[in-house]
């Protein structure tokens, strides 16, 4: 069993940056690839980055390619999502995610198996 603690959210001003945290229990966080999802109001769950167990490999969706930066500190049992170049369109609730890393990613939010509560995140115009 693996639980998951989001922190970090808020409201900022778009252009701006926040970095998310997500804590997690258990004593092997290294074998779970871990990720982040978003929702919006009204919308359904988005994938937003993947990262594997250890770290190496990491996925983005093309919305935020090249402006949010997911990464892991496993001897501290926590992923982060840095955002940069924040859009209103950004807005969500933003949720950490995780399952057991079997080399390949995920997109989809059926794939996983734990998920935190999750952070809001809203951007101004």
């Known amino acids: 069993q693996v639980q998951l603690v989001e922190s970090g959210g808020g409201l900022v001003q778009a252009g701006g940056s926040l970095r998310l945290s997500c804590a997690a229990s258990?004593?092997?966080?290294?074998?779970?690839?871990m990720a982040w999802f978003r929702r919006a109001p009204g919308k359904e769950r988005e994938f937003v980055a993947f990262?594997?167990?250890?770290?190496?490999?990491?996925y983005y969706a093309d919305s935020v390619k090249g402006r949010f930066t997911i990464s892991r500190d496993n001897a501290k049992n926590t992923v982060f999502l840095q955002m940069n170049s924040l859009k209103p369109e950004d807005t969500a609730v933003y949720s950490c995610?995780?399952?057991?890393?079997?080399?390949?990613?995920?997109?989809?939010?059926?794939?996983?198996?734990?998920w935190g509560q999750g952070t809001q995140v809203t951007v101004s115009s």
């Open positions: 990262i594997s167990g250890r770290g190496g490999n990491t």
């Open positions: 995610t995780a399952r057991i890393d079997e080399g390949q990613w995920y997109i989809y939010p059926r794939n996983y198996d734990y």
């Open positions: 258990g004593r092997t966080f290294s074998s779970y690839a």
